[in-house]
């Protein structure tokens, strides 16, 4: 059975195929979105703060190592498909980072299979969204003279709000623990998944109406909008297994490396690499790898994970 | 009362809104005293952008000025982001009550 979410967000796509005249207000969007962001963060703070912060550094540096190894294998291959130099450096920048949403639909489908996964999730995430686009940037001056703007990228990116919302959330969570978290339970975790079916539902009409934009770009956007995803969520798991993760975790960690950022990439990569296409890059990471991960992939990946922790 | 109006130049920028801050910044620095900056949403060249979230969005940046600072702005802008973002920029004359004020 489908998860309820994912529902939501095929009827966004179905209302913007058919033209409906449905569309979200602004500010509800950006109120979902923050909201999305604190909740994943205050639930992976709470957890974070029963266990020593030691033990987490193998999955924190492992996630970093993922993070930037993911466009360095990926450009190749952008290059191959005929996209040019900055094109391909910052459409490979949007999958080394990660989508929030996407994990939190991937935790979502965890807790209704019953499978357990390490509720510090949020961590790996936050610390997933800079360094893809690090390797991005690097891959994008290559061979090519000037500093470029770091610091404006440094300070977008580590204070724009994912980053901030997640780490701050995760930072609350940790110190208020569980009984300080409590008077915020009833807004902050029991609607979670309400408020993720009614994003889901603007994210299919923002994804619905990317669709479109598929054929102005090739076959190049859809060999590795569909191809990428499943070959990197097997890099996930493969990283998840070596840390010796649950399989939710596993599962979580094939998620991660299989979504691309649509919130912090694009404007990183509007900055820093100004040069390259981003209507590509976007339809790419929102129009084709969103949707199949979020229909098609995170079941795939479940699976996965339970064949390699069996 | 007759108003004695004086004429100054409002230029006008549309831009993919992470630009804002550093149009603002860039308007301050070569004269500019005021602006006002609004979302809009639209289409062009480089396709329709709707605003539906945070990298599709879209600003509107007004400033009244003398023409000499709607013209510096305007070159720093056609040299500094139109080769590689989206902008429309025009220019309008107006005239203000207050011209000490703009």
């Keep these: 059975m489908i998860d309820v979410v994912v529902l939501f967000f095929l009827l966004g796509v179905f209302a913007r195929l058919v033209k409906s005249d449905l569309r979200l207000p602004e500010a509800l969007y950006e109120t979902l979105s923050i909201y999305l962001l604190l909740a994943i963060g205050l639930k992976g703070g709470i957890e974070l703060s029963k266990q020593p912060l030691a033990a987490l550094a193998p999955q924190v540096a492992a996630c970093i190592a993922l993070g930037l190894a993911i466009p360095f294998v990926m450009y190749p291959l952008a290059r191959a498909l005929r996209l040019a130099r900055a094109d391909a450096a910052a459409l490979v920048a949007h999958y080394g980072s990660v989508s929030v949403v996407t994990f939190a639909v991937a935790s979502a489908a965890l807790a209704r299979k019953g499978i357990e996964h390490e509720s510090h999730a949020a961590l790996w995430v ?144 509007r900055i820093a690499v100004p040069e390259a296409n981003a209507a590509l890059s976007i339809t790419a990471a929102l129009g084709i790898t969103f949707p199949f991960n979020i229909v098609v992939g995170i079941p795939l990946y479940i699976t996965l994970a339970q064949r390699l922790t069996a | 009362m007759t108003l004695s109006k004086h004429p100054k130049t409002l230029l006008v920028i549309v831009a993919e809104a992470m630009l804002e801050q550093r149009l603002v910044a860039d308007a301050r620095a070569r004269g500019a005293q005021g602006w006002t900056v609004s979302a809009v949403h639209g289409g062009g060249q480089e396709g329709v952008r709707e605003g539906a979230w945070e990298a599709d969005r879209t600003v509107e940046l007004k400033v009244i000025c003398d023409a000499a600072v709607a013209d510096a702005i305007a070159e720093h802008v056609m040299a500094t982001y139109v080769p590689n973002y989206s902008v429309v920029l025009y220019f309008c004359a107006v005239a203000v009550l207050r011209p000490d004020r703009y």
């Design chain 1, 126 to 269: 936050a610390v997933m969204e800079a360094p893809g686009l690090v390797a991005g940037i690097l891959l994008a001056r290559m061979g090519r003279s000037g500093v470029g703007d770091w610091r404006r990228v440094a300070h977008d990116v580590l204070f724009g709000k994912s980053v901030l919302l997640l780490l701050g959330g995760l930072a609350i969570g940790a110190v208020a623990g569980v009984e300080g978290t409590a008077p915020i339970k009833a807004v902050f975790i029991d609607p979670f998944k309400g408020v993720l079916a009614l994003f889901l539902l603007e994210l299919g009409l923002v994804a619905g109406g990317r669709l479109a934009e598929v054929r102005r770009f090739g076959a190049a956007v859809v060999v590795i909008g569909l191809g990428a995803p499943p070959l990197l969520a097997l890099a996930g798991a493969l990283t998840g297994l070596a840390l010796g993760l649950s399989t939710g975790g596993v599962a979580l960690m094939a998620t991660l490396a299989a979504s691309a950022s649509y919130i912090a990439a694009p404007t990183a990569m």
